[in-house]
Every structure is written in C-alpha cells, then in structure tokens.
T-cell receptor, first 111, second 114 residues
Framework: SQKIEQNSEALNIQEGKTATLTCNYT??????LQWYRQDPGRGPVFLLL?????KEKRKERLKVTFDTTLKQSLFHITASQPADSATYLC??????????FGQGTELSVKP | KAGVTQTPRYLIKTRGQQVTLSCSPI?????VSWYQQTPGQGLQFLFEYFSETQRNKGNFPGRFSGRQFSNSRSEMNVSTLELGDSALYLC?????????????FGPGTRLLVL
C-alpha cells in the first residue's frame, strides 16, 4: 500500500534561516502532492499543491519541489520566523482516491 | 464565508458507549471527509461523503459509520467505544470536483474514552 514518510524528529532552527522538510513516498506515483500546516489544537490548513510536471512551486516564502524519480518532495521556508513554528504535513491522493497524510514534522523556529 | 464547524469540540465518554459527531461544511461544498488523528498513527482517513453517498472509505472497523444530509452537513458515529478511539476527529470539506482539491478542515472534536 502507499506510504508517506516524513522526518518524525522535530526540526529546530534559528530565526532567519531556511527550514527544509522532507516527504518521501513509496509504492505509488502520485500526480500531485499537497502540503498543510497544523497548529496545536487546530485542523490542518492547506499551503501548497504541486503537480508531477511542475518540479517546483513557490508562494511567498514557501517553496516546494517534487522529484518523481526520487519519490520525494521538499518543503522550504526561507527567512523563517517564530510564527512559522507548527507541524507540517504532506499529503497525496492514493490510487483509491483517498487523501493520505504523512505523520508530519514539527518545526520550531527560535528567535 | 464561514469555515468548517464541528460540534462538540470536546467529549468524554466511557468504554462501550456510542458517540455522534457533527460537521457543517463551508457553504457550497458538497464533499465532507472525516479523519482520525492520534499521536501514534497521525492523520488517518475514515471516509468521504459526497451528495449524501459514501464515496470512499478507509480501513476502520464497522463501528465507525457516517452519513451526509441533503444540506451537506455530515455526522460520524462510533459505537461500542474503545479506549483506542480516543483521538482528535477532524472533518474537512471541499467542492467535491474531480481532481486534486484543497481540503478545508474544521477545528476538530477531541474525544476521550475512559
């Protein structure tokens, strides 16, 4: 079955640095992949969607890459701020049409 | 536009009881999906409803069921509660069109089973 793996260890970085989060998937070749942000006690909030033919997508300080050969997506936050501290989830539609999520990576940006 | 709302926000039940959770989607959205989130398993897909029909189902036992009404509001029911059902239950709504869609999540219902 399709599986998504995100780095389960929390990522701690200094304000102003670039945060890079990884999402790897197996047993499937999705046509698109999504990234969400989740704050404690809240539901996830959609950030970006990238299609397999786009390779890279940007939105303000966010950048997502999609490498279908490596079966990997990277999520970057440039000039990170303490307000970026949250858990970031990647998600893809599996062959059955269900949206499945990775476990998420907790990001902590220290001032 | 009002966001997705879920009621109740918090719930405490005992083993063996049943529970019903409610979700009101964003106006105009016809698809409602339900997810269970636990620290160990993360976000797991329960089921999706579109136009009052279950369109997709995850790998959960039959104790978990749902329905959708003609106004797109959805309910989820869990019968014979077990301790392991303690979780944050999230619903998400979308337009329901074919292809990738943004899922708009509600704040969740936190269920504690004692």
């Amino acid at each position: 079955s399709q599986k998504i793996e995100q780095n389960s260890e929390a990522l701690n970085i200094q304000e102003g640095k670039t945060a890079t989060l990884t999402c790897n998937y197996t047993n499937y070749s999705p046509a698109y992949l999504q990234w969400y942000r989740q704050d404690p006690g809240r539901g996830p909030v959609f950030l970006l969607l990238i299609r397999e033919n786009e390779k890279e997508k940007r939105k303000e300080r966010l950048k997502v890459t999609f490498d279908t050969t490596l079966k990997q997506s990277l999520f970057h936050i440039t000039a990170s701020q303490p307000a970026d501290s949250a858990t970031y989830l990647c998600a893809l539609y599996n062959q059955g049409g269900k949206l499945i999520f990775g476990q998420g990576t907790e990001l902590s940006v220290k001032p | 536009k009002a966001g997705v709302t879920q009621t109740p926000r918090y719930l405490i039940k005992t083993r063996g009881q049943q529970v019903t959770l409610s979700c009101s989607p964003i106006s105009g959205h016809r698809s409602v999906s339900w997810y269970q989130q636990t620290p160990g398993q993360g976000l797991q897909f329960l089921f999706e409803y579109f136009s009052e029909t279950q369109r997709n189902k995850g790998n959960f036992p039959g104790r978990f069921s749902g329905r959708q009404f003609s106004n797109s509001r959805s309910e989820m029911n869990v019968s014979t509660l077990e301790l392991g059902d303690s979780a944050l239950y999230l619903c998400a709504s979308s337009l329901g069109a074919a292809g990738p869609e943004t899922q708009y999540f509600g704040p969740g219902t936190r269920l504690l089973v004692l």
